[in-house]
């Protein structure tokens, strides 16, 4: 175990040493860190992000840079391990004022503390976390408290009011599982019955005795709350069991390369809680704009735009909005105070104002529920809020 971890150690200096090189020879770079799942069980959404990540580098540097300094992402692999999360955030933490990354809540949870009292600032991509008020954790998108309402209101209004949940017993899905919680209390949902919560291991080969035990409860949908590669072992127990209810799944599962892997086990009725922008709407002109920046850059990429792609897009350019207002040199504090003051910024979810202390800036005004099917590929099924 020692050993391991001093040849972790190790591999994480050489990485910080070949980065702060790096920046060196580019010009005195902009160098932003971003710890990404890019092995284990998050490793579709961590290539996910990598990839829209490395067009927008290569877009924003084409277009001059930062006040003429080249931006410079540099990436670490967590391997979907918020231990492996935490050592890198402590190897690196003084270099830099800002960390993007963290597709998963586990680790952004884990890292947290490590952000306090004064940074770094940690902008993370799992939508499932809920930073407090004026720390220097970010939180990326809408909630997932909203998603969960979003997604009971769409049951509602389909009159499916007995549903089931299937969740992973790690961070992401007991999130899940408490938010469902928490939505059903809302006046809304008075008519509405949980009628059976089941959890597996997300390194379980299948879930079928869980999703047996749901078909016995008899609900009317289901929510999926699997990010990553749990969710195949989800939808083929599914399919197995034969489970024939509409499943609504997290929206981290909009992956294209990973949905045409189990296009064989779909159910008829798949849809997520989605974002504007993969619905192709907006509530102006300047999201749209943005929106349209954003599909360019993919397509000059060879990137095919899903949910996952864009998850990075807003929280990398509020970061790299910042460094543009206060020079490349800016330190944690002055992008901490930066973002918390932003207001009025125009993303590809919508329009962001960090005043609110949500720390995340975008209500549930920018989810769509989304329909996913093998042969018609991404459809939306609802206009903005999810109504």
Not at 72 to 90: K, R
Not at 207 to 231: N, Y
């Amino acid at each position: 175990m020692f050993s391991s971890m001093r040849v972790f150690a190790a591999v994480v200096a050489a990485c910080i040493a070949a980065s702060a090189q790096s920046a060196q020879g580019a010009e005195d770079a902009v160098v932003i860190p971003a710890i990404l799942s890019l092995t284990g069980p998050g490793a579709f959404l961590g290539n996910s992000t990598h990839r829209t990540l490395v067009a927008l580098q290569a877009h924003v540097n084409a277009s001059g840079g930062i006040q003429g300094h080249p931006v410079e992402f540099t990436f670490f692999d967590d391997q979907t391990s918020p231990q492996i999360a935490v050592q890198l955030v402590n190897s690196m933490k003084t270099q830099s004022p800002v960390i993007l990354g963290f597709n998963l809540a586990g680790s952004c949870k884990a890292i947290m503390p490590l952000t306090a009292p004064n940074g770094p600032v940690a902008y993370c991509f799992a939508p499932t976390v809920t930073p407090a008020k004026d720390a220097y954790v970010f939180s990326a998108s809408v909630s997932s408290l909203d998603m969960q309402a979003a997604t009971l209101r769409f049951f509602r209004n389909h009159g499916w009011k007995k549903f089931a949940v299937l969740a992973t017993t790690e961070a992401s899905g007991q999130n899940a599982v408490d938010e469902i919680g928490e939505a059903l209390t809302l006046p809304e949902n008075r008519d509405m019955t949980l009628v059976a919560t089941e959890r597996f291991d997300p390194t379980a080969t299948s879930a079928a005795a869980q999703v047996s035990r749901i078909k016995s409860a008899s609900p009317q949908a289901l929510i999926v709350w699997t990010p990553g590669t749990p969710f195949g072992t989800a939808l083929h127990a599914i399919n197995d069991v034969g489970l024939d209810v509409p499943v609504t799944a997290s929206g981290a599962n909009m992956i294209t390369a990973q949905l045409n892997t189990l296009a064989d086990y779909v159910p008829k009725n798949l849809t997520f809680a989605g974002f504007a922008y993969a619905a192709g709407l907006a509530p102006n002109d300047r999201v749209k704009k943005n929106q349209a920046e954003y599909l360019s850059v993919l397509h000059d990429a060879g990137i095919e735009p899903d949910l996952l792609s864009g998850v990075a897009w807003d929280p990398a350019r509020i970061v790299l909005a910042a460094f543009e207002r206060l020079g490349p040199k800016a330190t944690a504090e002055q992008v901490h105070a930066f973002i918390e003051n932003l207001h009025d910024y125009a993303g590809i979810i919508g329009m962001y104002d960090f005043r609110d202390g949500s720390q995340r800036g975008i209500t549930a005004e920018g989810v769509v529920m989304i329909r996913w099917s093998p042969h018609e590929g991404y459809t939306n099924v609802t206009a903005l809020g999810a109504r």
